[in-house]
């Protein structure tokens, strides 16, 4: 079955350190993967957009990578910061239609 | 508009009552999407509209759930006889692109619905 899956434990982590989430999907070959971010009470919002022929793509402080053998993308975070705390989603369109398909998401949580 | 609206932001009903969830797109906006988030759980997939092609309704969990886009642009969200399982958050969002991949999408706030 199609499936797309990341860490479903919080991840704490020291202010200033970098985070690393993980987004592994199965039976699905996107042409693209998507990160977005969640605060409690809020809708989603877009962060990063890689293509499958990117290997690394970064923004700020953040970078994605996708590793389409792998079939596994990783976020990062650097000199994370208490303001980065909260759910992090990956997505995916697994049918080339425009559909998006979520992952249950990360919650991560900085400490000063 | 400057965003994506959706009303009310939060509706509570009583089992076996019919609700109405509304969503405004952003202005322009082709495509237009539903989900649902149940408590510390990640989105599911409803319903994806774009352009006017036929809905793709792959996610409504039951034939109580249906939804229509007027227009082009707005969107209503209807859930009959509503079950206490029907209790989350549903989101609606629209994204832009006539051919809508690789578009990034724009969601709105949610409706919070509580079924009593």
């Known amino acids: 079955s199609q499936k797309i899956e990341q860490n479903s434990e919080a991840l704490n982590i020291q202010e200033g350190k970098t985070a690393t989430l993980t987004c592994n999907y199965t039976n699905y070959s996107p042409a693209y993967l998507q990160w977005y971010r969640q605060d409690p009470g809020r809708g989603p919002v877009f962060l990063l957009l890689?293509?499958?022929?990117?290997k690394e793509k970064r923004k700020e402080r953040l970078k994605v990578t996708f590793d389409t053998t792998l079939k596994q993308s990783l976020f990062h975070i650097t000199a994370s910061q208490p303001a980065d705390s909260a759910t992090y989603l990956c997505?995916?369109?697994?049918?080339?239609?425009?559909?998006?398909?979520f992952g249950q998401g990360t919650t991560l949580q900085v400490k000063p | 508009g400057a965003g994506v609206s959706q009303s009310p932001s939060n509706k509570v009903t009583e089992k076996g009552k019919d609700v109405e969830l509304r969503c405004d797109p952003i202005s322009g906006h082709t495509a237009l999407y539903w989900y649902r988030q149940s408590l510390g759980q990640g989105l599911e997939f409803l319903i994806y509209?774009?352009?006017?092609?036929?809905?793709?309704k792959s996610g409504l969990p039951s034939d109580r759930f249906s939804a229509e886009r007027t227009g082009g642009s707005v969107s209503t969200l209807t859930i009959q006889r509503t079950q206490q399982e029907d209790s989350a958050v549903y989101l609606c969002a629209s994204s832009h692109g006539a051919f809508a991949t690789n578009e990034k999408l724009f969601f709105g706030s949610g409706t919070q619905l509580s079924v009593l």
């Open positions: 890689i293509r499958e022929n990117e």
């Open positions: 509209f774009q352009g006017n092609s036929a809905p793709d």
């Open positions: 997505a995916l369109d697994g049918s080339n239609t425009g559909k998006l398909i």
